[in-house]
């Protein structure tokens, strides 16, 4: 079946430096979405990418998707506290099925 | 008010009772799912409703049974919980499968 690996499980970052996790896919994908949640949260929606080497920026978080399809990257820029939580992406097939990746833990050092 | 909400939030149990989880949407959604948060954040579906109908199923004990009564209500029924399945079960819904997710608070499941 589809499987959606995430690196690194966990990062630990000092305040201010920057922070990426990766996402890889066995298969081709019909669209990305990421996810943060926070410590004892629930996920919440970031944003999706669907194109062919699309980049999407959100303040200092930016995301793309890989010319393939299969993968895809969140970097955070200049990390702040209030970045700490788990970040996932998930993959969407043209069946209809959303995989997730095992999740990043971020934690920032004030 | 709340776009998807569970009860209960916490549910504390001995191995081997039934229990179930609520859900509710208010955001007229066709899509509804249940997940699996365990200890390690790994958040695994286990089930999904289109209209009803149920979609994906995947490997989950037969113990484990979804009901939908409408497109806004998306039940979960565990018969003779064990000790592996306390985790988190988060209920979520979405406009059609595969777009955006909106979830619940979650239900901390703790089976003693």
């Known amino acids: 079946g589809q499987q959606v690996m995430q690196i690194p499980q966990y990062q630990h970052v000092q305040e201010g430096e920057d922070f990426t996790t990766y996402c890889n896919s066995s298969t081709t994908l019909s669209n990305i979405q990421w996810y943060k949640q926070r410590p004892g949260g629930h996920p919440v929606f970031l944003i999706q990418l669907v194109k062919s080497g699309e980049v999407k920026k959100q303040k200092r978080l930016t995301f793309q998707f890989g010319e393939a399809k299969k993968n895809s990257s969140l970097h955070i820029t200049a990390t702040q506290t209030t970045d700490v939580g788990t970040y996932f992406c998930?993959?969407?097939?043209?069946?209809?099925?959303?995989?997730f990746g095992q999740g990043t833990i971020l934690t920032v050092h004030p | 008010d709340t776009a998807v909400s569970q009860t209960p939030k916490y549910l504390v149990t001995q191995m081997g009772n039934d229990k179930s989880i609520k859900c509710e949407q208010n955001?007229?959604?066709?899509?509804m799912y249940w997940y699996k948060q365990d200890s390690k954040k790994f958040l695994k579906i286990m089930f999904s409703?289109?209209?009803?109908?149920?979609?994906i199923n995947e490997t989950v004990p037969n113990r484990f049974s979804p009901k939908s009564p409408d497109k806004a209500h998306l039940n979960l029924h565990i018969n003779s919980l064990e000790l592996g399945d306390s985790a988190v079960y988060f209920c979520a819904s979405s406009l059609r499968p595969n777009e955006k997710l909106f979830f619940g608070s979650g239900t901390q499941l703790s089976v003693l």
């Open positions: 409703y289109n209209n009803k109908e149920l979609i």
């Open positions: 955001l007229g959604h066709d899509t």
């Open positions: 998930a993959g969407g097939t043209s069946y209809g099925k959303l995989t």
